[in-house]
């Protein structure tokens, strides 16, 4: 079995109530064969502290330039790996073998991405709480396609993606800092 590299990308701002247990979970995986890289956009409640404790990459942007878009290219920009995993700075993986089981899906050379359906923190907001119904919705209705695979319990948060960037990692790159947006890639 393949070995990727997965590049981890958190976005940040003001994460302090869950990014010490959304980097703890990280550092326990089964799977080693990764890097995180912290997006931070000014963070001034204590979760630069955090951090701090941990082997990560951080990168700092101003908060006026703060949107998903840019600071997940951002992310990219200063990643090093064949896998591009992203998520919030609350989004907890639940199981230690998160990583692994990305690896295990990118061993089918026709994947090009895929995502795991979340699960909203009890304290999420009530936007959270829809999202989480509408991608259990979603995921019902797409049973009959052949061509997804649906992992219905990857790790509570919101709008958390993971893109296969190698062997077209140089296409996909580009694409996405020209266009300054996360594309989505259809099966």
């Given amino acids: 079995m393949k070995k990727f590299k997965i590049s981890v990308i958190l976005r940040t701002y003001n994460e302090v109530k869950h990014i010490g247990e959304v980097l703890k979970s990280l550092t326990e995986q089964t799977y080693l064969n990764h890097e995180i890289i912290i997006v931070d956009s000014g963070s001034v409640d204590g979760t630069l502290d955090i ?4 082997p990560v990459k951080l990168v700092s942007i101003n908060k006026e330039d703060f949107n998903y878009s840019y600071a997940s290219n951002v992310g990219v920009q200063n990643s090093s790996g064949d896998i591009v995993c992203f ?3 609350h989004s907890v993986p639940v199981y230690k073998n998160y990583l692994e089981k990305i690896n295990e899906i990118f061993q089918e050379t026709e994947i090009g991405a895929c995502y795991g359906e979340v699960i909203a923190l009890p304290d999420g907001s009530i936007t959270e709480k ?12 797409s049973l009959n396609n052949k061509r997804f695979f649906l992992e219905n319990k990857i790790h509570p948060g919101i709008f958390s993606v993971v893109v296969m960037l190698a062997p077209e990692r140089n296409y996909y790159l580009n694409t996405l800092l020209k266009s300054n947006s ?4 259809k099966m």
Avoid: A, Q
């Fill in 87 to 89: 998520l919030s700075g």
């Fill in 51 to 54: 951090i701090e404790r941990y």
């Fill in 130 to 141: 829809i999202f989480n119904r509408i991608g259990y919705l979603k995921s019902k209705l």
């Fill in 182 to 185: 996360v594309m989505e890639v």
